[in-house]
């Protein structure tokens, strides 16, 4: 005993010794000055009274550690709810205390923080999984029974594109007033490409597909479908895009509807049913002979108006004659020359006469419509002169060119015209044109062999449409109307074949 005292006592000597020789040791110099003034670096506020364990923070700080708690006392004397900060069974702080109902609205505020903490938890694992809608659960027996589960599940993905712009066009010119030389413009485009697939329980799904882009309607497609249990009537219900597919050739089934299908079962009886809207079109192709056989429906009323003319009811009477047992037309006739005068309505004078249009010019009996002028078939002409259309078939261009010559003149065309009465018509059987425009050979087409012309743009309603033409038959040429290059000089009327007047009927 004695020598583990003396034992002691010298290790106790040499510890005090090393400690207050440490100081003056170069070991010394290398141990850091401790701050005493109580500042920190990246300080931060310390944790109010009452406030909550869990830290609401971007994680720049840690949360609490799991040993230190906070327990709540309530003491039935002082009628307080006292709180204690606890590391493990030491209080580290002073406790604290609230009334009965400050504790209320203490625990209810809690409750509301932790609710939102736990739906942002979930908000942000959805985010993580790649789902914009979070699942949602319907606590409902009666939904559970109906679709095969509580859970909804919606995914959508692709992407929505909106641009908007704002333009301004300004025009510096004086004559325009000042408020209106600034035109602006609203540009607004969008472009959605949409996917979405989703699920009710077990037995609804939905599936989505949405393209403003897309060259086809039906390519924009929505399916939602129902499928029930093998011991339920309604064995399938789908809205939107549907199909109903046949096995049998007598009823041929369809592919592209649009409406409500439904399959059900009555013990060994199935029925399908489908209230639709047919979005498709179908066609049968039939060959023949090594060539496509194809009926063609047309309607009377679906002509194209006011762009195609037969030059004279000659043509128009053969057409379908010459065209009857070949592809190659049988017409004995060649268009050499053409001129085609309107209406003119674009202020361009470079090319423009005056006119004066019949529609009984150069027809025979019974082709002419109106014969109150007395302008009776020519008697006496040789054949072929009186089958073709020429300006000697009947007595009008005759009788302009002597007995009513004034009609030369435009501004004498209404008085001589009135002497015909009533019953002979402006624009029905004659019209007078002023500064009439003469087309370009690029604004229509004309076929040579069956004699009909074609229009690029139609005419409007208002609009008269003359011509002048001469053509071959056998070697012999006829001419019917005028051109401008026969040496009648403007701004004398020239007389053409009226093709359409202001009172056009297809019946005439």
């Given amino acids: 005993m004695t020598l583990n005292g003396s034992l002691l006592k010298i290790y106790f000597i040499i510890i005090v010794i090393f400690a207050l020789a440490l100081p003056f040791s170069g070991f010394a110099q290398d141990v850091p000055a401790i701050d005493t003034s109580g500042s920190l670096p990246y300080p931060f506020a310390d944790q109010p009274a009452f406030g909550y364990s869990k830290q609401d923070s971007t994680k720049i700080y840690l949360n609490n550690p799991n040993n230190i708690t906070t327990e709540i006392v309530y003491d039935p004397v002082l009628g307080q709810y006292v709180f204690y900060k606890k590391i493990g069974k030491l209080n580290y702080r002073l406790p604290q205390s609230m009334s009965l109902d400050d504790y209320i609205d203490y625990d209810f505020d809690k409750s509301i923080r932790d609710y939102w903490r736990t739906r942002t938890a979930l908000a942000d694992q959805d985010m993580r999984n790649g789902g914009l809608i979070p699942k949602i659960t319907i606590g409902s027996e009666a939904f559970n029974r ?18 908007f712009g704002y333009q301004v066009n ?27 697939t989703g699920q009710i329980g077990t037995k609804m799904n939905m599936r989505v597909n949405y393209n403003t882009e897309a060259t086809f309607d039906y390519e924009n497609k929505m399916n939602l479908e129902y499928s029930g249990d093998e011991d339920e009537i309604l064995k399938r219900l789908e809205a939107g895009n549907v199909s109903l597919p046949l096995n049998g050739s007598l009823i041929t ?13 009555f013990g060994k009886l199935n029925v399908t049913t489908v209230f639709s809207q047919h979005k498709g079109e179908s066609r049968t192709v039939e060959t023949e002979g090594g060539a496509q056989v194809a009926t063609f429906d047309i309607s009377a009323s679906g002509y194209d108006a006011n762009r195609h003319f037969f030059l004279a009811q000659y043509f128009r009477d053969h057409y379908n004659e010459w065209l009857k047992s070949t592809a190659v037309p049988r017409s004995p006739v060649t268009i050499n020359k053409v001129e085609v005068w309107v209406t003119n309505k674009s202020s361009d004078f470079k090319n423009s006469r005056n006119i004066l249009a019949f529609q009984d010019l150069a027809e025979h009996d019974p082709n002419i419509y109106n014969p109150v002028p007395q302008f009776q078939e020519t008697p006496g002409l ?36 009135a002497q015909f009465g009533q019953d002979f018509i ?10 009439a425009r003469k087309l370009t050979e690029t604004e229509y087409t004309i076929n040579q062999t069956l004699g009909y012309i074609s229009l690029n743009s139609s ?26 290059t026969d040496g009648i000089d403007a701004p004398q009327t020239l007389f053409l074949k009226l093709l359409k007047g202001t009172n056009l009927s297809p019946g005439k």
Avoid: C, H, W
């Avoid at 509580?150 to 995914?155: F, K, L, V």
């Fill in 146 to 163: 109906v679709f095969g589960g509580n859970t909804i599940n919606i995914q959508p993905q692709g992407y929505v594109e909106v641009s």
């Fill in 459 to 484: 005419l409007n309603t208002d609009e008269v449409l003359a011509i002048a033409f001469n053509f071959t038959v056998n070697g012999q040429t006829f001419q019917v109307g005028e051109f401008s």
């Fill in 426 to 435: 402006g624009g029905t059987d004659f019209e007078k044109i002023e500064q």
């Fill in 382 to 417: 040789p054949y072929p002169l009186n089958i073709y259309p020429n300006n000697q078939a009947n007595g009008v261009y005759p009788e302009m060119t002597t007995t009513y010559s004034d009609v030369r003149q435009v501004e004498n065309i209404t008085s001589v015209m």
């Fill in 253 to 265: 089934g369809a592919s592209n509807l649009f409406g409500i299908k439904a399959e059900m079962q």
């Fill in 170 to 196: 300004k025009t510096d010119n004086p004559a325009i007033p000042e408020r209106l030389r600034k035109v602006p413009t609203f540009d607004f485009d969008e472009k959605i490409q949409m996917n979405v």
